[in-house]
């Protein structure tokens, strides 16, 4: 042994004391670059426009690690990143054609709330290319001679494309579109390594270029589409007691297939969901209150029954102020002057008024009510015909065509309040208790999901469709979910599928259909019942589609709630007449 100081300085050239140092010294060299995020602020702020430079943002980076050490000749690894962002956000104000309409009807404000968006809320891509080498060349530490191994390398080279798309078309109506696909850019099997195996090396760049062009080999493909729509129900004044929506989702999935050795492959894998969400409340007190009688029913029982404390009495109230005076004023005069103070009527309103030609008058009686008795009379005491209009609780406007100016007294008289009558309040009674339904709530879900495998056809660049067999594999109806059971055959007939006894993986389907139902009854105050009915059905299918005859495997489940009474006190039957009930 010897060190290494000595054994440098003992070397007879230049590359004999590098190939020293190389061996006894283990060196770890690593180096690190990255852009994040780089844009130009360029952007039409007013009305951002599709080709405006801020919509667009690069990222870039690269690491590298080498090693050389007493068994490594070198090992190196590098990692590159290069990313390409779109995103455009455009600012307008929708299209609305009927918000100009002047009329206050509550009638016309669906045409007038309606808004068109001709544009989407966003519209965005992202791209992605990563690639990764690594490269080891070990000393073979038995040879004599400094020999190396056979070198090692590995190389991975991806492709990441997304887009995504959000698109209100209305204030009701949203929609948003997604979608993924992972491509490997396909590279021969060699060492890339310019310097040196440069012709292996030229024959890796135009196998890479080659697939780059063809935007690579897809691994696999995933794409979502969502749409909800709110019904604008509750825009009618005759509807505003309905709220309804509905969801649809769709989800499509495209998994590349395995190759054996012999270049035979397995076939693809598409897969698919689909689910459907309808929703309706009723709120059945809104509806109830369109009508005055229910609506004054519904306001008397909502009250507090709490007791309110008794007025105090006039004579009382006189007598304590007489004591407070101390006998200072004569009784008489102050009783006197408080009675004064009291109307004669307290139902009575009068107000002299003078008519003119060509010329209606409105006058405020303050009664609070419609129920009321109008009359009039003129300056010598005759009854005069007066016409009349309600206006509201409180007023009332005179309609009489006279020819010259006319002097009247106006009396507007209100009715007994129909809450102190006891029919009415025993009709109120009845009413309230026949509106013991107060909300409804209707709740239906339907999911479809379908997995394929042995599918041929390779995806394309739009929706997940291929073009090699056929206009669109597997088509639109599949991506977006409009299918059934019957797509199998479909599939079958246009040679999408592979017929092969090898493959025994079949297709599957799951079908769930749920339907929810929910009323809340409160027939008294404060005490509330709340009623719930479900069916729920699952089936589930597995098609041996390579076999003659299509084997199918079928299994499910039901539920549903029942009402048990009737067959509470039922018995359940014999063996003579086959179990049977009378109730199922």
């Known amino acids: 042994d010897m060190e290494l100081k000595d054994a440098l300085d003992a070397a007879g050239s230049r590359q004999e004391r590098d190939s020293i140092e190389n061996i006894a010294v ?19 702020k007013r009305h951002p426009m599709p080709y405006d430079p801020a919509n667009f943002s690069f990222s870039y980076s690269h690491s590298h690690s080498y090693t050389t050490g007493e068994t490594t000749v070198y090992d190196r690894e590098d990692n590159w990143r290069g990313a390409l962002n779109y995103s455009w956000t455009p600012v307008y104000k929708p299209y609305e054609p009927f918000k100009k309409i002047k009329s206050k009807s509550k009638w016309l404000d669906l045409p007038k709330k309606f808004a068109l968006n001709w544009l989407p809320q966003n519209v965005g891509f992202n791209t992605e290319i990563t690639r990764n080498y690594y490269e080891l060349q070990e000393r073979d530490m038995e040879s004599t001679e400094n020999q190396n191994l056979p070198l090692t390398f590995s190389s991975q080279f991806l492709w990441n494309r997304e887009f995504n798309l959000r698109w209100d078309l209305t204030k009701n109506l949203h929609m948003n579109f997604q979608s993924a696909t992972n491509a490997e850019i396909e590279e021969p099997y060699v060492p890339v390594n310019k310097d040196l195996y440069p012709d292996q090396y030229s024959v890796w760049k135009d196998s890479v270029w080659t697939s780059i062009k063809h935007m690579g080999t897809p691994l696999n493909y995933n794409q979502s589409f ?9 825009l009618l004044p005759v509807f505003d007691w309905i709220t309804s929506d509905a969801s649809y989702n769709a989800t499509y999935n495209w998994v590349r297939g395995t190759d054996l050795e012999d270049g035979t492959s397995l076939g693809n894998t598409i897969a698919n969901n689909r689910q459907i969400n309808i929703n309706g409340q009723f709120n059945l007190e809104k509806l109830y209150n369109h009508v005055p009688f229910l609506k004054k029913t519904n306001e008397r029982f909502k009250k507090n029954n709490s007791v309110k404390p008794k007025a105090t009495s006039l004579k009382t109230n006189l007598r304590n102020k007489k004591n407070k005076d101390g006998g200072k004023n004569k009784p008489g005069d102050r009783d006197e002057r408080l009675r004064s103070k009291l109307p004669k009527n307290k139902r009575a309103f009068e107000k002299e008024i003078t008519l003119m030609p060509d010329t209606t008058i409105k006058v405020v009686h303050s009664k609070k009510t419609r129920r009321i008795i109008v009359s009039a009379k003129t300056q010598d005491g005759h009854a005069f015909k007066l016409k009349y209009r309600r206006m509201d609780d409180n007023s009332i ?5 006279v020819d010259s100016a006319t002097k009247i007294k106006v009396s507007v008289i209100a009715k007994q309040p129909l809450d102190e009558h006891s029919w009415y309040r025993t009709a109120q009674s009845v009413a309230r208790v026949l509106m013991m339904v107060r909300n409804v709530s209707v709740s239906y879900r339907n999911q479809y999901a379908m997995s394929l495998p042995g599918f041929k056809p390779m995806i394309g660049n739009a929706f997940g469709q291929g073009h090699g067999m056929g206009a669109m594999s597997p088509g639109l109806d599949f991506a977006f979910g409009f299918i059934g059971d019957s797509y199998i055959d479909k599939a079958r007939e246009n040679g999408w599928l592979m017929m092969s006894d090898s493959l025994a993986t079949p297709a599957t389907t799951n079908k769930t259909e749920d339907l929810q139902l929910k009323a809340t009854l409160e027939p008294v105050r404060n005490l509330k019942i709340d009623l719930n009915a479900s069916r729920t059905m699952t089936t589930a299918r597995s098609v041996q589609y390579m076999y003659e005859g299509n084997p199918t495997t079928q299994s499910g489940t039901f539920t549903m709630t029942t009402l048990s009474l009737r067959s509470a006190f039922e018995g359940s039957g014999n063996a003579n007449n086959g179990y049977h009930s009378a109730s199922f």
């Open 397 to 401: 406007r005179i309609l009489n065509k």
């Open 226 to 234: 969502q749409a909800s729509y709110k019904l604008p129900l509750n």
């Open 26 to 44: 283990t060196k770890v060299t690593q180096t690190n670059f990255s852009l994040s995020n780089v844009r130009v602020g360029i952007q039409n």
